[in-house]
């Protein structure tokens, strides 16, 4: 009976062991994977960031971040870098599938990793930093250097000499050039800090030069080529890495594959931080609270157009706005609304569709693809004010020609009733029209609750007649 009661309680902590350590297990060996397809914004940024966190939470030993970018926002660039070097858990940068890139920002969140992979078919480089601007402030093309045994010398190469010899001052602007020299800093100490090639590094901010997969490999660049995620597994199964400074050994063949999807808050911020679509928010919230403006009590017109108006601001102070660009476009959507107020005959609306035009193609201050404006959009947009501005013209112009309705001047043809006549004459009296008493002068003899017509007004007196004599007439 003992012997049974031991057996029963050993099987029952092996099933407990069998519960526990599994789990524990299969949580350290999970790999998440995180996937950007597109420019890196805020919302991709966010995205990245708060599934490094998770990963982190849930003890995952890897990440894989799968990427096919052309580049993206400095600001977001940099929020992911800070996240994957603050990191607890080991992330590799993996540009795929076949025909995918990492340029720009994609390069440099590649450097930062711990791991960098690339599918056969990928490219990654260019990331020289570039920006819109007024004049010569935009960095002119780098030539890359000349051959050996060319003749060539490295300092007639805009944008200086290759690792290790002195920069030699690049063409263009004093901001030009301060950006190109923070870039290639910047990314040369991520080279410096994944112990891979620096010197590439550079060339790629400096010349704009970018490398195939199998290149990459040759040079240092990254350290696997791998068809698909389960291959790179394959090839990372073994692999010893530091994370914050401690050594830390993957275990990664067979590992199961845990994908992070972009919730609705990634969502949401990605749709509203959409250019296009801030400036649609933009517009209609300006007009929303000016149609309440001209409506008061609506209430639904101002908070739609509240709303949209706050999304909008919130939209555009994620992205890389020109303020001139933003400051025609309010401009220019405060004369159109003016126009309503104002009898300017069309002075203010038209320069209000001009003023918002010229702001909304200067809007976005970059170049990044995905980040721009599109003239159709913008040409839309005006298109329809002009409309909306064309029709509140017409009906101004109508109600201009319609008859007074209201007021002093209103009453003349109206219908009234006779309150009380004067003893004295009886074609003098008192008549009631919108409830208000007036004096009253008649042709001919007045009779009490008489309806008679008015037909002209003498300072507080008003002269009637019979309204059936008038009829006839």
């Known amino acids: 009976m003992v012997r049974r009661v031991r057996c029963a309680v050993l099987v029952l902590f092996g099933m407990m062991l069998a519960l526990a350590v599994p789990a524990g297990a299969r949580a350290a060996a999970a790999v998440g994977v995180l996937t950007v397809d597109g420019a890196i914004g805020p919302a991709s940024a966010d995205y990245i960031v708060r599934g490094l966190a998770r990963t982190a939470q849930q003890g995952q030993q890897l990440v894989v971040l799968r990427m096919d970018t052309p580049g993206g926002l400095d600001t977001s ?9 603050t990191s607890p858990v080991p992330v590799a940068a993996y540009v795929a599938p076949g025909g995918a890139r990492a340029a720009s920002a994609g390069t440099y969140i590649l450097y930062a990793s711990h791991i960098a992979a690339m599918a056969p078919g990928t490219n990654l480089g260019a990331a020289t930093p570039v920006e819109i601007g007024i004049g010569p402030s935009q960095p002119e093309p780098v030539q890359p250097a000349p051959a050996p045994g060319s003749g060539g010398k490295a300092q007639d190469r805009p944008g200086g000499g290759g690792a290790g010899e002195p920069d030699k001052p690049a063409a263009g602007s004093a901001m030009s050039r301060k950006q190109v020299n923070d870039a290639a800093a910047y990314l040369r100490g991520l ?3 994944r112990g891979r090639n620096a010197d590439w590094a550079e ?11 199998d290149e990459a490999l040759k040079q240092n660049v990254i350290e696997f080529v791998a068809a698909d995620v389960p291959a790179l597994m394959a090839s990372l199964d073994g692999r010893a890495v530091t994370v914050l400074g401690q050594p830390r050994r993957l275990a990664t063949r067979g590992a199961a594959l845990v994908a992070l999807v972009p919730d609705w808050r990634t969502n ?3 749709a509203i931080a959409n250019p296009s679509v801030a400036l649609l928010l933009m517009t209609i919230g300006i007009y929303g609270m000016v149609f309440e403006f001209l409506n008061p009590g609506y209430m639904a017109p101002g908070v739609i157009g509240a709303i949209c108006l706050l999304l909008g601001l919130y939209a555009l102070q994620l992205l890389p706005v020109n303020y001139t660009g933003l400051a025609l476009i309010v401009l220019g959507l405060m004369f159109m609304g003016a126009e309503a107020f104002l009898p300017s005959f069309g002075i203010l609306g038209l320069g209000g569709i001009v003023a918002f035009v010229a702001g909304a193609l200067m809007l976005i201050d970059t170049e990044l693809p995905g980040y721009g404006i ?4 913008v040409g839309t947009l005006a298109v329809a004010s002009a409309l909306v501005l064309g029709g509140s013209a017409r009906l101004a112009l109508n109600t201009r020609r319609r008859p007074v309705t209201s007021g002093a001047a209103g009453m003349i043809g109206s219908i009234a009733s006779v309150e009380d ?3 004295l004459d009886a074609r003098m009296g008192w008549v ?3 409830g208000e008493l007036w004096r009253a002068v008649g042709t001919l003899p007045l009779a009490t609750r008489q309806p008679v017509r008015i037909v002209a007004r003498t300072g507080l007196r008003l002269q009637v007649v019979p ?3 008038e009829k006839d007439q």
């Open 77 to 85: 660039m940099r929020a992911v870098i800070k996240a994957i070097l």
């Open 191 to 193: 080279a410096q800090l």
């Open 203 to 213: 060339r790629a901010v400096r010349e704009a030069v970018s490398l195939t997969a």
């Open 268 to 270: 949401t911020l990605g």
């Open 374 to 377: 599109p003239p159709v959009l």
């Open 421 to 423: 006549v004067d003893p």
């Open 432 to 434: 009631r029209i919108e």
């Open 467 to 469: 309204a059936d004599i």
